[in-house]
């Protein structure tokens, strides 16, 4: 039985994830009536949409069975799959970075960067950490009584660390944060390059194209810097990295930094400002939070799970096989819906609340397995300090208008979260 065409849109329409009462509604029909089943939507080719958290955590356990790199990582059209294989001669990747690849190349390649990310390294980052967060609740502060949470705290703060870890100037960080957010927003006319909506393929790849190549110039440059003056930075790792004996390649090297300088940071901003906006929802746990600020990293994970900011990746089976009792045939495309599998009715008791202490937190946010983000623990870290921070002296919290949030079927969340607060 295929997914019927109306749930099927709303898995794959931008829209439906601005809206998340579409997108969640769409996917608690699937959790409960077809948890792994093919959607047809016109313009893509076939794919099983896996709704459920044991499915997903069982797909992504099984890396050789499962790929990265055959198909497209991300969902794409089938016209955009053909004028991007194309462009690359062959590949249906327009980037190699990470995401995009399979072993035995994704653990060479984790491994050159892998030490930056690990907790024993990171406390070394945690005192600089803590005065940069300070310094944006300064300025947040210095605004009065209203703010844009997002755009004025929650989506500049890990920007700066990111790109403070990766070398990049402050003076910089505006250019990176255009790109970065041209580059996942490609599907909202307020963060895209033309400012248009329900662009077609032609014009989405032009667009992305023109974000990667400004993304590749910047970093093209850097790299010759740092091969001629290397730092302690992450910049300079990739740089002068070397996999299986050889230099980076050029796709590899630029892909890197890219996934580095986007990723990095814009899935912890999406977060951060869903949790405030989440905290104004829910006053109880606001409070709950702030008188016992050791729920701190409780409540850092629940807002993890909460906002999902990857909303999928894509796997291609190698073989055929079973899941869940299914069939799935060698080449099939899966879409792993990861805000799915966190609001798992079987897994999470009340999905729908947000629940500061809730214990114990299972989420798929950051994926599993060989693939689980490489910078969890920096976001997380990131999340932490700001809330130890920020809390004891947020005194009070509303929402002075509807937030919003960004057009994407990939990577998104909220665009903005008006507030009136009160600090001491």
């Known amino acids: 039985m295929a997914i019927p065409t109306e749930i099927a849109n709303d898995v794959v329409d931008p829209k439906a994830y601005a809206d998340w009462t579409r997108s969640h509604a769409a996917f608690a029909w699937l959790r409960k009536n077809a948890p792994l089943d093919v959607a047809e939507v016109e313009g893509f080719d076939p794919f099983w949409v896996v709704s459920r958290h044991a499915d997903i955590l069982n797909i992504e356990r099984q890396n050789d069975l499962f790929h990265n790199e055959d198909r497209s990582a991300t969902l794409t059209t089938i016209e955009a799959d053909r004028r991007v294989r194309e462009m690359t001669g062959g590949s249906p990747n327009l980037?190699?970075?990470?995401?995009?690849?399979?072993?035995?190349?994704?653990?060479?390649?984790?491994?050159?960067?892998?030490?930056?990310?690990?907790?024993?390294?990171?406390?070394?980052?945690?005192?600089?950490?803590?005065?940069i967060a300070r310094g944006f609740i300064d300025k947040m502060a210095e605004k009065g009584?209203?703010?844009?949470?997002?755009?004025?705290?929650?989506?500049?703060?890990?920007?700066?660390?990111?790109?403070e870890v990766l070398g990049v100037p402050a003076i910089d960080e505006p250019r990176m944060l255009k790109l970065t957010q041209e580059l996942f927003g490609t599907q909202d006319p307020d963060v895209n390059r033309s400012g248009k909506d329900g662009l077609d393929a032609a014009e989405t790849l032009t667009m992305i194209n023109a974000t990667i190549f400004d993304f590749m110039t910047y970093f093209?440059?850097?790299?010759?810097?740092?091969?001629?003056?290397?730092?302690?930075?992450?910049a300079s790792v990739i740089a002068n990295g070397a996999v299986h004996g050889q230099p980076l390649g050029h796709l590899e090297a630029m892909s890197y930094y890219i996934i580095a300088a986007t990723a990095g940071h814009d899935t912890t901003s999406n977060t951060t400002a869903g949790t405030l906006w989440a905290l104004a929802e829910n006053q109880d746990q606001f409070r709950k939070v702030k008188n016992d600020l050791s729920l701190i990293p409780s409540m850092v994970e629940e807002s993890i799970r909460w906002e999902t900011p990857v909303k999928h990746f894509m796997r291609t089976a190698t073989a055929d096989t079973e899941v869940a009792g299914k069939m799935i045939k060698k080449g099939d495309w899966l879409f792993l819906s990861y805000p799915s599998g966190n609001r798992d009715e079987a897994v999470f008791d009340d999905p729908y609340m947000f629940k500061a202490d809730r214990t114990p937190n299972k989420h798929v946010a950051f994926g599993y397995g060989a693939?689980?983000?490489?910078?969890?623990?920096?976001?997380?870290?990131?999340?932490?300090?700001?809330?130890?921070?920020?809390?004891?002296?947020?005194?009070s919290v509303e929402l002075t208008a509807a937030p919003t949030r960004t057009q994407a079927n990939f990577?998104?969340?909220?665009?903005?979260v008006p507030i009136r607060f009160k600090m001491s």
């Open 95 to 131: 980037l190699r970075s990470l995401v995009q690849m399979d072993n035995p190349d994704h653990m060479q390649y984790r491994r050159l960067t892998q030490s930056w990310f690990m907790p024993q390294n990171l406390r070394k980052l945690e005192d600089r950490v803590r005065e």
């Open 145 to 163: 009584d209203e703010c844009d949470f997002a755009s004025d705290v929650a989506f500049l703060y890990p920007l700066h660390v990111v790109m």
């Open 220 to 234: 093209n440059a850097m790299t010759e810097d740092r091969r001629k003056n290397p730092r302690e930075d992450l």
């Open 371 to 395: 693939h689980v983000c490489l910078g969890q623990h920096l976001g997380r870290m990131e999340m932490r300090i700001l809330w130890e921070e920020l809390l004891p002296r947020l005194q």
């Open 411 to 416: 990577v998104c969340g909220p665009k903005a």
